[in-house]
């Protein structure tokens, strides 16, 4: 049987450490048919980053990879922001974090219409797995000299909750000058 392989653009980056277990066994129970299955319109990707950078809207993207037997194939579909929320810091007795900016992601018109002629043609693939990433731009990162931390959530239907892919996951930022 097929398994569901998830990754996130930034997995090179940022190693399995940051994705919580359960999100790694859901997806790893999940196969080809569910790829079928899915609704492009209800895709929802949600980012929280740092309030002090922020995300290029427009370049967000929703990447699909299949592996199958005649190869690796890879498709970008366009996520259009439906909002953005403010997250206030949060001070607590052993912890505290800064604010965050969220940013909620869904496919346009373009994109949902892409999905679902690819997952027409997934089903006659001979396919091993599928990977599902999405992928951003950071804005004024020119004179940030932390690291940019940053969570991933992703939501693949309506009646289900987002799950975490990344976790506060750290950024290294190095500035040459």
């Given amino acids: 049987m097929s398994k569901f392989l998830l990754t996130a653009a930034m997995l090179f980056l940022c190693g399995c450490s940051t994705m919580p277990l359960s999100t790694m066994i859901k997806l790893g ?17 949600k980012v929280h980053i740092d309030n002090s950078m922020k995300i290029v ?13 005649q190869g690796i194939f890879l498709y970008k579909f366009d996520l259009k922001l439906l909002r953005t929320n403010t997250i ?7 912890s505290e974090s800064v604010g965050k ?12 219409d892409s999905f679902r002629a690819t997952q027409s043609a997934a089903v006659t693939k001979s396919l091993n797995g599928f990977t599902l990433s999405v992928k951003t731009r ?3 990162i020119d ?13 693949i239907a309506e009646n289900q909750d987002y799950f975490l892919l990344f976790d506060r996951a750290a950024l290294e930022v190095i500035n040459h000058d």
């Fill in 143 to 155: 004179n940030y000299d932390d690291d940019i931390i940053f969570s991933v959530y992703l939501k």
């Fill in 138 to 140: 950071i804005s004024n």
């Fill in 88 to 94: 206030e810091p949060q001070i607590g007795w052993f």
């Fill in 29 to 45: 129970l999940m196969d080809i048919d569910d790829l079928a299955n899915i609704k492009p319109e209800e895709i929802r990707a």
């Fill in 101 to 112: 900016t969220e940013y909620i992601f869904s496919m346009n018109d373009t994109a949902i």
């Fill in 57 to 69: 809207p427009g370049v967000t993207k929703l990447t699909l990879e299949l592996d199958a037997d």
